[in-house]
């Protein structure tokens, strides 16, 4: 079938869809062709976020910390529950859920907008007059074949592979095996101590295994502020049990079916780790194979992303990208919000994504989250800064829930006052960094936070405290 609209957006992930919503509201007949196939074997929109990345894994952290909470938390509370058991396939398929739900949901929301959703690979394939081609195959065969003015492309990113070790979802597992594992492994070892590795190694410690995190860089969380990723390394190995090993040299990894074997090399010794399941976590790349852009003469560099400007505009004319596939962080809510400022501008608009207010979380417990420029940025660049830090140990809301660990710093610039950087560790720093990424956005001073009324008892009088201590007024330091 040959059809014609002003946008097609190829992805239908937290990128794609938004872009194409945002895109159909402006007024634009729009497309979003998604190739994506769900658990259940039938296509589901919502990309790696909503089917095997963000959402299914926020589901088992907290099936995961619900079993932990009964097994050794309840007692204090002066509960008593016996015989805690943990259903590993009731907990996935209540996940499994979740994911259907959503993804059900944004079939539900382009229907609603009058976004024609088409399902399959698309291909950029030619430029004829003013309008782009794109083709839609399913099994190899052309079912659509689309022709529109502008084309979003919001195709996200894959695991990245582990050279010699294939990933058969059984033993060897990326994102996807882990988040359906059908038993608690005994013994799990998992490459690489990012986002994901942790997350996921968090879930299963929790309901059992024994956890081997295997890093290759020699900080923890290089991306974090210090203070923070060293706070969040003593909880993990010394309060959790987590085992993790940094600046390993990975070695031969042998899939002998019912275990897998790792050597690798620790501090100059070689070691030998036999674990039931091993996730491999090393990180994502984008998906730009078979996307056709030598027919189009689209430019993607060495590592695979298209090549954007600060606007999202790729050196073709009309042809913009968005979220995992383009540069920036790999994260949902940064490929949302390109998605809407690209369907903005093709409107003749001037939005703008602030690339250095976009909020990181790591939904490990407790969580960290943080804002702006860490402390190793500021030193670096050469910034006079101030700091204010607080801790969860004496909130009064943190004890309450008994989760009264962690520690929020708030960074500002020596001179102006003006907040440079919020990083937090603790309960719900998830929701907690919010404030920060408003500080950043309205250009707040330490001192606005810390004139600002904050309700008691909550969390967020962390974050008030941190602001006051920046001054050096705190009242409860
Ligand atoms: P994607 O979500 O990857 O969507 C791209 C879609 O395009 C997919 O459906 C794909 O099938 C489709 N596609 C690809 N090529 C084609 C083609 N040629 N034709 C048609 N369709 C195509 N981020 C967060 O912000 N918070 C989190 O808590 C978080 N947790 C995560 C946990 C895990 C385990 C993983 C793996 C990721 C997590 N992420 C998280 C990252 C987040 O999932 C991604 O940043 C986000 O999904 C990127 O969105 P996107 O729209 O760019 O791409």
Request: proline letters at 4%; charged letters at 20%.
């Amino acid at each position: 079938m040959s059809q014609q609209f002003d946008v097609v957006v190829i992805g239908g992930g937290p990128g794609g869809y938004v872009a194409a919503i945002r895109a159909a509201q402006l007024g634009f007949s729009t497309a979003c062709v998604d190739a994506f196939v769900g658990k259940r074997g039938k296509p589901a929109l919502g990309g790696t976020c909503l089917n095997v990345g963000c959402i299914p894994s926020k589901a088992l952290l907290q099936s995961s910390e619900n079993f932990h909470a009964a097994q050794h938390d309840f007692a204090r509370h002066g509960i008593t529950v016996e015989g805690v058991k943990i259903d590993v396939p009731a907990m996935i398929e209540r996940k499994d859920g979740i994911v259907d739900k959503l993804t059900g949901g944004i079939g539900f929301l382009l229907k609603k907008n009058k976004v024609a959703s088409l399902h399959g690979v698309a291909s950029l394939k030619a430029r004829e007059g003013e309008r782009w081609v794109v083709e839609v195959a399913v099994d190899g065969n052309v079912v659509d074949t689309v022709h529109a003015t502008h084309v979003i492309l919001a195709t996200g990113s894959r695991p990245r592979p582990l050279p010699g070790v294939a990933v058969d979802n059984v033993t060897v597992l990326d994102n996807e095996g882990a988040l359906n594992l059908a038993a608690v492994p005994a013994r799990l070892g998992v490459i690489g101590a990012g986002v994901i590795g942790l997350e996921m190694g968090s879930v299963w410690k929790r309901l059992g295994a024994e956890v081997t995190i295997l890093e290759a860089m020699p900080t923890f969380l290089s991306a974090a502020d210090q203070q923070i990723a060293k706070e969040a390394l003593r909880t993990f190995t010394r309060d959790q049990g987590l085992d993790i090993q940094l600046g390993v040299k990975i070695g031969e990894i042998k899939n002998l079916g019912d275990k897998v074997t790792v050597a690798y090399e620790l501090n100059g010794e070689q070691k030998l780790g036999e674990f039931d399941k091993l996730i491999v976590s090393i990180g994502r790349v984008p998906n730009t194979d078979g996307l056709g852009a030598a027919n189009v003469g689209l430019q993607v560099d060495e590592r695979g992303f298209v090549v954007v400007d600060d606007h999202c505009h790729t050196n073709l004319p009309n042809m913009w990208a968005i979220g995992d596939v383009v540069r920036g962080p790999m994260l949902a809510h940064k490929a949302s919000e390109e998605g809407v400022a690209v369907a903005e501008r093709i409107a003749g608009q001037k939005p703008h994504v602030d690339f250095g207010a976009i909020p990181w979380v790591i939904y490990t417990s407790p969580e960290i989250a943080w804002v702006g420029k860490t402390e190793e940025q500021l030193k670096a660049e050469g910034v006079e800064y101030k700091k204010g830090t607080s801790g969860f140990a004496a909130n009064g809301r943190a004890l309450g829930m008994d989760h009264a660990q962690g520690t929020v710093k708030l960074l500002a610039c020596a001179k102006t006052d003006r907040v440079l950087g919020v990083h937090m560790i603790g309960p719900m720093v998830s929701e907690l960094v919010t404030e920060g990424v408003l500080a950043l956005e309205f250009k707040a001073a330490s001192e606005d936070l810390a004139r600002i009324v904050h309700a008691h008892p909550s969390l967020s009088e962390v974050v008030h405290e941190a602001a006051l201590a920046a001054d050096k007024r705190a009242l409860h330091g």
